[in-house]
Structure formats: C-alpha cells, structure tokens
C-alpha cells in the first residue's frame, strides 16, 4: 500500500551493495540483501528506477519509508542517496544506511547514530555527497579478511561461507528489523535493542 501525500515524516533506507549478477551474493552486497530482507517483510518491491536506483516507497506506523538499492556501483553511492534525500526532503538524521562490516564477525550488526566511513567507499561517497557523516547506519558484519596480504577487494567480493550462512541470514532480518526500530523509536533504542546480535 502506497503511502498517502500527507505523510508526518519520511524515512530514507538505503542498502548499499553492487548492481549485476556477479555481485548478488557477495559481502559487499550485504546492504541490498538485507534491504531485500526488509521490502519483503513490508511487502513492497523495490524495482522502480529512480535516482540511479531502484526504488520502493510504503508505509509503516504513521511514517512514509522510501527504500532504495542505489545502481551507481559502491564507491559512488551517494550520487544515488543524495538525491532521492534532496527530492523528499529527506534531512540527514532520517536517511538510515545498511551496509557491511569487516571489522564485525559474520552474524552481528551494529547501530550508529553518526561517525566516520570507517574505510568503507559507500560511506565515504555518501558522506561527502550529503556534507556531513550525521545519518544512522546500520552495519553487518561480513567478518575480517583471513589474513593480513588477503586482498580486501577480492574478500568483500567473495561470498559468505556454506558454514556461516546461517548467522548471516539471521543479522540480515536483525539488520531489517533494526532500520524498522531507528525509524520508529530512534537510533539509541535500536542500538540497545540490536548491537551486540
């Protein structure tokens, strides 16, 4: 169901991950599964093109949510945020982004209100497409690189282990649920309620 025009407030969500079939189940795709995880359990597609992404809009307790899989590739992220926040008149602490994390083991997430990119590329571009790192995020750990001289690039383009499946599709629904809360109850009742999951 479509939101009404005479919404309160608007929510961005945003998943950040890499378009084309040779990335779907890579850990740098962590963000569009777990903003898939999250259309599902609102029952929306996110399929309209729109701001170089791909685009779902719902409604959820009273609040009008704009879900989008930015199309831009990872490193330019925020060419596809910036605008989609610029049209709905989204301000920075209503625009939640999910995304991986290696410095987290695979099956944990963690809640932000704000902070740096931490070396991650689409935080980067968004934060310097947005002016400021004041938006919530939401982070999936995807686990370290196994050993110092691992190419980080080839590890975050490789796919979650058979063994820890499990675990990572859980924090996916955590990391969905999560967005929901900060939406709903603000970023440090989310942080309470899931960090550490």
């Given amino acids: 169901m479509f939101f009404s025009s005479n919404a309160a407030e608007t929510w961005l969500i945003a998943g950040l991950g890499n378009p084309g079939r040779e990335y779907e189940k890579t850990r740098h795709n962590t963000g569009f599964l777990a903003l898939d995880a999250l259309a599902r359990a609102l029952g929306v597609?996110?399929?309209?093109?729109?701001?170089?992404?791909e685009v779902g809009?719902?409604?959820?307790?009273?609040?009008?949510?704009?879900?989008?899989?930015p199309q831009t590739y990872m490193n330019?992220?925020?060419?596809?945020?910036?605008p989609c926040a610029h049209f709905y008149k989204i301000p920075p602490e209503r625009i939640i982004v999910i995304f991986d994390d290696i410095s987290l083991p695979v099956g944990r997430i963690?809640?932000?209100?704000?902070?740096?990119?931490?070396?991650?590329?689409?935080?980067?571009?968004?934060?310097?497409?947005?002016g400021?790192?004041?938006?919530?995020r939401v982070k999936v750990g995807v686990g370290d690189k196994?050993?110092?001289?691992?190419?980080?690039?080839?590890?975050?383009l490789s796919a979650i282990a058979k063994e820890d499946q499990e675990a990572f599709q859980t924090a996916l629904h955590h990391a969905a649920e999560a967005a929901l809360c900060i939406a709903e109850h603000g970023t440090e009742k989310a942080a309470a309620a899931y960090n550490g999951k």
């Fill in 45 to 53: 597609r996110v399929n309209k093109p729109k701001f170089k992404g």
């Fill in 57 to 69: 809009v719902c409604d959820y307790k009273g609040k009008r949510l704009i879900l989008l899989k």
């Fill in 76 to 82: 330019a992220s925020g060419l596809s945020v910036e």
């Fill in 110 to 130: 963690r809640v932000r209100k704000s902070g740096s990119a931490g070396g991650h590329n689409g935080i980067k571009s968004i934060i310097a497409s947005l």
């Fill in 132 to 136: 400021t790192d004041a938006f919530p």
């Fill in 146 to 156: 196994p050993r110092p001289d691992y190419d980080l690039a080839d590890w975050v």
